[in-house]
Each structure stands twice: as C-alpha cells, then as structure tokens.
C-alpha cells in the first residue's frame, strides 16, 4: 500500500508559479512512473505531466513549456514546478504513483489562478 501526501496548492494570480510536491510513503518498493493529474469542475481527470523512475517525462500539451516535473527516488517524492500558470490551470491537482500496475492517488490539492 502506498500513501501519497500532495502540498503546495494555493491562490495564484495568472502569470504566476507555482510549486506542488507529493511524498510517497508506506510499502514504496518498484514505484514506476509518478505523475501530476488535475480535475476541473465539470471535466475529467487529466494527466499533467508524469516521470518514470528513469527519469523519462511526459507533458500535456497544454502545459509544455511552464511545466517541469521533477522526481527523488531517494526521498521518493514528485514535484511539479508550473510557471506562467493560466485561469484554465485551475483544478484540484492530485499525485499519482503506480506500483506493480496498480495505481495509488493523493487525496488532492487544489489551485486556483485568478486575479
């Protein structure tokens, strides 16, 4: 079973950055790919950006280029570094880590851009 522990959502004006970090815990052994998803209201969940625990990245489209996740095996966290955020960028953003083909979810931290 894995735990994970999402932090750094807030309220960003557009044009802003922010910081989200997601701690991995309890039976933590063969954690593939780590990742970033975010729900808007009245949309479905989205992949954000994911990392492999190689160090291979995948972004969406619509972050490319204000995105960066970055990921500590040692600590076994995932941090996803958003700049140039946007209204559209609102939504509860949940850390996602697949272990041995099951999946494990945050319970989510929410974002909200807006002036």
């Known amino acids: 079973q894995v735990q994970l522990v999402e932090s750094g959502g807030g309220l960003v004006q557009p044009g802003g950055s922010l910081r989200l970090s997601c701690a991995a815990s309890?039976?933590?052994?063969?954690?593939?790919?780590m990742g970033w998803y975010r729900q808007a209201p009245g949309k479905q969940r989205e992949l954000v950006a994911s990392?492999?625990?190689?160090?291979?990245?995948n972004y969406a489209d619509s972050v490319k280029g204000r995105a960066t996740i970055s990921r500590d095996n040692a600590k076994n966290t995932v941090t996803l570094q958003m700049n140039s955020l946007k209204p559209e960028d609102t939504a509860v953003y949940y850390c996602k880590a697949d272990q041995l083909g099951k999946g494990y979810w945050g319970q989510g931290t929410q974002v909200t851009v807006s002036s």
């Open positions: 990392i492999t625990n190689g160090g291979r990245t």
């Open positions: 309890g039976i933590i052994f063969r954690i593939n790919v």
